[in-house]
């Protein structure tokens, strides 16, 4: 995928901080992650005023341009998500104290007691 010869091509990525930047900035163009070589300078413009930009501290802007900016990648056809990952968990009802977070490392097992 690398080298950009293939006519479609199977990947995964999990969020590693919540927020949808985390998905998002991958498919600007120069990007390491955009493996599919995806140009599009009205996307680019649009990340790049929400990164640093001036919607940077316009919150609710800054989620409208980014709702925005999910749309033109499925619409572009840039990725086809095909699943989304969970977990299952099955604690013993003695066990407290698990911490479960959305985005990078799922469980914390540090305040945890049995």
């Not at 990164?51 to 802007?61: N, P, S, V």
């Not at 900016?69 to 099955?90: F, G, R």
């Amino acid at each position: 995928m690398s080298s950009g010869n293939f006519q479609f091509g199977l990947n995964n990525w999990g969020p590693d901080y919540a927020d949808p930047m985390t998905y998002l900035a991958m498919w600007v163009t120069g990007n390491s992650n955009n493996m599919g070589n995806y140009f599009n300078p009205t996307y680019n413009a649009l990340i790049a005023s929400c990164t640093d930009g001036e919607l940077c501290t316009k919150i609710a802007e800054r989620w409208s341009a980014l709702k925005k900016a999910e749309i033109m990648i499925m619409e572009d056809a840039a990725i086809s998500p095909v699943y989304q990952k969970c977990n299952a968990n099955l604690i013993k009802s003695n066990v407290k104290g698990v911490a479960f977070h959305a985005v990078a490392i799922n469980k914390i097992y540090k305040s945890t007691t049995k």
